[in-house]
């Protein structure tokens, strides 16, 4: 069996569920990341240490192949993408080409190309990093929405309903250094929004699952929670939301591997907002199990190893997570209620994922979440009812920060 590269950083969620689907095919592994692991001098080719990010990053993974031949070359988040495509490209391996990722990863890059082959959008403008609102005056229609473009998560993203609003988001994003020196505006897409699951494989896009997202997300911030699927909407919706992703696909180039699209729908028909190169972000790809129960990551390793999974579906039962979202800026000191949530019928699994002690932040300056509830069950409604009766039940304790000498409180 061919080995496969994984890169991951140290703040992914995502290592563990792809080393126990790797476990569970039989996949020889390697778990590239940025920090020596505790056990690699035990196994020297099961771990691999590089920055992702770093300009060596490439002939790192290069030398890496010349001694242990990779059949593939996958990433687990957003941070690792650009350079799994490089060096698949380099190797003569399928993955998403490198141009490709660049534009499903940079928001302006995305907003030309889907112009340029005439996707719908919205309209869009360009600004420079601490641009003054007024100077923008002629350039912006309300409501629009300010996003960094190169941050996912909505990490940055905020709504702004007048000039006012719009200086309020600009000075924001000019405190966040990570958020580049560019800023995205682009017009407020109103309706429903969804998020598609997908597999691309010599371009043509397969819909693994079709996530309902019944929080409205409507601003100042976009906080993303809930997602159920099967989605409840009708079936001629459903189905054009797959062809306008198709050709979000297309118009990008992006050929073989993962995608995660998100999209609005109303009346006037179907609004790309993003597309990433890239499969579901944190712990949520728990609840896609597939025939056999498979795991995502077990059909994401067969596919990018070459192998035909076009046959294996989703299992039938409706499933969801809810993303907790951050209560309040602050010192998380614990979470009470969690094995009552546990126990709500349809309820799999609560999961906390910060540790006491940790500093909450909320969106948009940050995008972590408190946790993970997991729901299953014969109906989308009703996997939709247990994760709200389970994130009812639990309740959180965060004090807040005491502010450093010289700090402003």
């Known amino acids: ?83 799994a495509a490089r060096a698949c490209q380099r190797l003569q391996l399928p993955h998403h080409p490198p141009d490709a990722v660049r534009a499903a990863r940079v928001k302006i890059a995305m907003r030309e190309r889907f112009a340029a082959v005439g996707v719908p959008g919205p309209w869009f403008t360009v600004a420079r990093r601490g641009e003054d609102a007024a100077a923008l005056r002629g350039r912006v229609r309300f409501p629009c929405v300010v996003k960094p473009p190169d941050l996912s998560a909505s990490r940055g993203v905020m709504r702004a309903n007048d000039g006012a609003e719009l200086s309020v988001a600009l000075e924001r994003l000019a405190r966040m250094p990570e958020a580049g020196n560019r800023v995205l505006i682009e017009g407020y897409v109103p309706g429903v929004e969804v998020a598609l699951e997908g597999l691309v494989t010599a371009g043509r896009l397969r819909t693994l699952a079709l996530f309902d997202k019944p929080d409205p997300l409507e601003g100042p911030t976009f906080e993303e929670t809930i997602y159920v699927t099967p989605s409840r909407l009708p079936e001629p919706v459903r189905d054009a939301i797959a062809r306008r992703a198709q050709e979000m696909v297309t118009s990008l180039g992006l050929s073989h591997g993962p995608v995660h699209a998100e999209l609005r729908v109303n009346d006037e028909g179907q609004w790309p907002i993003e597309i990433a190169p890239r499969s579901i972000g944190g712990w949520c790809s728990r609840v896609l199990r597939f025939a056999g129960g498979a795991s995502l990551e077990m059909l994401l390793l067969r596919h990018a190893l070459g192998e035909d999974v076009s046959a294996i579906a989703r299992e039938p039962d409706a499933a969801g997570v809810m993303m907790i979202p951050v209560p309040a800026a602050g010192v998380f000191e614990g979470v009470g209620g969690v094995e009552r949530a546990r126990a709500v019928a349809g309820v799999e699994d609560v999961r906390i994922a910060v540790a006491p002690g940790e500093t909450l932040v909320p969106l948009p300056e940050s995008s972590r979440y408190v946790g993970f509830i997991f729901a299953r069950a014969p109906g989308a409604d009703a996997v939709e009812a247990a994760l709200r009766a389970a994130h009812g039940l639990l309740t959180f304790d965060v004090r807040p920060a005491v502010p450093s000498r010289g700090e402003t409180p």
Not at 39 to 47: K, M, N
Not at 67 to 80: F, R, T
């Open 1 to 83: 069996m061919p080995r496969v590269l994984l890169i991951v950083t140290t703040r992914s969620y995502r290592a563990g569920a792809f080393v126990d689907a790797a476990r569970a095919l039989g996949v020889p592994l390697t778990v590239a990341s940025e920090r020596s692991q505790a056990l690699a001098a035990f196994q020297p080719d099961g771990h691999l240490v590089l920055d992702p990010g770093a300009p060596a990053a490439l002939d790192t993974v290069l030398r890496f192949a010349a001694a242990h031949p990779l059949g593939a070359v996958i990433a687990a988040d957003d941070d690792g993408v650009a350079l």
